[in-house]
């Protein structure tokens, strides 16, 4: 359980976690009795599956973690980050924001920059959704004046694909494509493949729109092996 665990959280197949799957709701459900702070280390880990498909079940797990008042700070704040996380793939963009600043809150008062920078990209994937680019643009910004030398990895693909989209609604295609390409490569070499196959779902749509169909095909063959 604990190897299905770790290859979820480091972005690699969903595969392992199948046949350990009632062990890991069987913890949860008890850690959230007799050990809530085990029981957002369970829940966090499973992050990017709550995110793909299960999103309920992830925010009913973290609503009964975070109804523990004596949570410790850091727990809380992971613990909202990834509920925001799943209320935000589940449509639910006002409440993953919610959830988003309140982490941002307590990650501040902790001292920690680089959740600090992680979550306003976060944002800044909200202000892209409202066709906020001004908004976007201050995320990034932001982001990257806080986090410093200290971000996490899969910041720099969450920044390139923000940058991207901004290049594409200001009509600048070629240097939208290129972003986008440099995102893969970085993807690539972290062997995410989360993320490297909603990259290459972003080139084949972006290919669709703007009449690149040399970008489509290559980019949906490779975002399918992926999935």
């Known amino acids: 359980a604990n190897l299905a665990l770790e290859q979820v959280a480091a972005g ?3 595969e392992p976690i199948w046949d350990e799957l009632p062990s890991i709701r069987a913890a949860i459900e008890w850690a959230i009795g007799a050990d809530p702070p085990l029981g957002v280390e369970i829940a966090c ?4 599956f709550w995110t793909t498909g299960h999103n309920r079940e992830g925010i009913d797990a973290f609503d009964a973690l975070l109804a523990h008042e004596a949570l410790e700070d ?3 704040a992971r613990a909202l980050r990834c509920r925001g996380g799943a209320r935000y793939s589940s449509g639910d963009f006002a409440g993953g924001t919610a959830d988003y600043d309140a982490a941002i809150a307590i990650h501040r008062r902790l001292g920690q920059p680089a959740y600090v920078a992680h979550l306003l990209l976060r944002n800044g994937i909200e202000a892209l959704r409202q066709r906020d680019f001004e908004r976007a643009r201050h ?3 932001e982001a990257e004046a806080t986090g410093g030398t200290e971000r996490f990895r899969p910041d720099r693909i969450i920044e390139l694909s923000i940058r991207a989209d901004l290049a594409f609604g200001s ?3 070629a240097e939208g494509f ?3 390409r440099e995102a893969v490569v970085y ?4 062997a995410d493949e989360w993320w490297l196959r909603s990259l290459h779902i972003e080139l084949a749509d ?3 729109e703007f009449d690149r169909l040399d970008v489509v095909g290559a980019s949906a063959r490779e975002a399918l092996r992926l999935a």
């Open 12 to 14: 690699m197949s969903f």
């Open 45 to 48: 880990a499973l992050e990017r």
């Open 74 to 76: 850091l727990a809380r």
């Open 139 to 141: 995320s990034l910004d």
């Open 171 to 173: 009509s600048r295609i």
């Open 178 to 180: 290129e972003l986008l």
């Open 187 to 190: 993807a690539e070499g972290s």
């Open 206 to 208: 972006r290919g669709l």
